[in-house]
T-cell receptor, first 114, second 113 residues
């Protein structure tokens, strides 16, 4: 019954490879996000989609490409992986509640680039 | 631009002692403020939001617009409160930027027996 699920949970790969992380939410939310948590635990937004439409695209290398086939799914594809891409990537979804956005997070996908 | 500052990276308290996590923000409009918590090996989850004015797990937080602060407090810390705490800000309104929840750097709280 997981509300926001991400796969894989762990990913270890070599520099230069291409990898994808998938995210699905069953909450019926309209908006989904990708956040990156670095080694210092700093959490930063990368992308946001609202009803399959990109609405937030922070300063992220274009090696990162999000794709939202429908509003329940938001995948993250990363090309030519670099050492600095090692982090925990969190997917989240939200529905506007009153005047504010409340996020529900996935468990995270820990990416290690060797 | 919106910004959230948590000046303390680490906070260690004894069980039963009060704990206060500081959060300051900068935002030109009227923000919504939140505290999120990440327990060990668990996902990040909402702890409380300022508009609810509620106490969750003994924690409270008051929005002080004059000081642009949203400090999190608990009078008697418990060992199960050990976790990473993030203060977060969301603009209130109806533009695409309203979906941009910005987080502080986080504070790791350790409650010792």
């Amino acid at each position: 019954d997981t509300a926001v699920s991400q796969t894989p949970k762990y990913l270890v790969t070599q520099m230069g490879n291409d990898k994808s992380i998938k995210c699905e939410q069953n909450l019926g939310h309209d908006t989904m996000y990708w956040y990156k948590q670095d080694s210092k635990k700093f959490l930063k937004i990368m992308f946001s989609y609202n009803n399959k439409e990109l609405i937030i695209n922070e300063t992220v290398p274009n090696r990162f490409s999000p794709k939202s086939p429908d509003k329940a799914h938001l995948n993250l594809h990363i090309n030519s992986l670099e050492l600095g891409d090692s982090a925990v990537y969190f997917c989240a979804s939200s529905q506007v509640s009153g005047a504010a956005v409340v996020l529900t997070f996935g468990a995270g996908s820990r990416l290690t680039v060797l | 631009a919106q910004r959230v500052t948590q000046p303390e990276k680490l906070l260690s308290v004894f069980k039963g002692a009060p704990v206060e996590l500081k959060c300051n923000y900068s935002y030109s409009g009227s923000p919504e403020l939140f505290w999120y918590v990440q327990y060990s090996r668990q996902r990040l989850q909402l702890l409380l939001r300022h508009i609810s004015r509620e106490s969750i797990k003994g924690f409270t937080a008051d929005l002080n617009k004059g000081e642009t602060s949203f400090h999190l407090k608990k009078p008697f810390a418990q060992e199960e409160d050990s976790a990473m705490y993030y203060c977060a800000l969301s603009p209130s309104g109806f533009s695409s930027n309203d979906y941009k929840l910005s987080f502080g750097a986080g504070t790791t709280v350790t409650v010792r027996a």
